[in-house]
T-cell receptor
Framework: LAKTTQPISMDSYEGQEVNITCSHN???????ITWYQQFPSQGPRFIIQ???TKVTNEVASLFIPADRKSSTLSLPRVSLSDTAVYYC?????????????????FGRGTQLTVWP | DAGVIQSPRHEVTEMGQEVTLRCKPI?????LFWYRQTMMRGLELLIY????????DSGMPEDRFSAKMPNASFSTLKIQPSEPRDSAVYFC????????????FGQGTRLTVV
């Protein structure tokens, strides 16, 4: 089961771009890379998913190098409300019985604190 | 759709009592996950179902924990007997699967065992 490593915490100021990098050296060929966001007292919320190269949506961008052993979540112009824990995951829900690779494994995440 | 619905939101019980947590997934989702979150251990996957069938329960801590999914719209996680170390926030999540890794989480049940 591919695990991930990401910084425990990061600080930023309002209006800045924040980049959180995650390493996943043992990523499998069929694994996707996903980022979730969690606010206190709430369940995690899906932000973005990618397989390779770059993916962008209305919330964030995800950069994935060719070897896929790492990924970077980019949050443009953060605000105070972006203060949360950000989780990097690799995997694919669609696995079959007998395989443990169908899990969604959450590491400890990165606590992002945005200051005024 | 109202999203994933969990009940109760808060539960306080005495050690040794049976606790049942409930989850209603989003209609049409084929996958259902139960997670437990604590400060010490973070988010742990306990068990997940695909089409109401348990696929992987290797995260269930011990025999005191059991989970069922009698139909596509309902799942329970039961702890019997409960212990103080079971105190945590329990999350249920569901996913359509086609999006590979996108799951929708409920608001969680905060369990306190005294």
């Amino acid at each position: 089961l591919a695990k991930t490593t990401q910084p425990i915490s990061m600080d930023s100021y309002e209006g800045q771009e924040v980049n959180i990098t995650c390493s996943h050296n043992n990523i499998a060929t069929n694994d996707y890379i996903t980022w979730y966001q969690q606010f206190p007292s709430q369940g995690p919320r899906f932000i973005i998913q990618g397989y390779k190269t770059k993916v962008t949506n209305e919330v964030a961008s995800l950069f994935i190098p060719a070897d896929r052993k790492s990924s970077t979540l980019s949050l443009p112009r953060v605000s105070l409300s972006d203060t949360a824990v950000y989780y990097c995951l690799v995997g694919d829900i669609r696995r079959r019985r007998g395989s443990t690779l169908g899990r969604l494994y959450f590491g400890r995440g990165t606590q992002l604190t945005v200051w005024p | 759709d109202a999203g994933v619905i969990q009940s109760p939101r808060h539960e306080v019980t005495e050690m040794g009592q049976e606790v049942t947590l409930r989850c209603k997934p989003i209609s049409g989702h084929d996958y259902l996950f139960w997670y437990r979150q604590t400060m010490m251990r973070g988010l742990e996957l306990l068990i997940y179902f695909n089409n109401n069938v348990p696929i992987d329960d290797s995260g269930m801590p011990e025999d005191r924990f059991s989970a069922k999914m009698p139909n596509a719209s309902f799942s329970t996680l039961k702890i019997q007997p409960s212990e103080p170390r079971d105190s945590a926030v329990y999350f249920c999540a569901s996913s359509p699967g086609q999006t590979r890794t996108e799951a929708f989480f409920g608001q969680g049940t905060r369990l306190t065992v005294v």
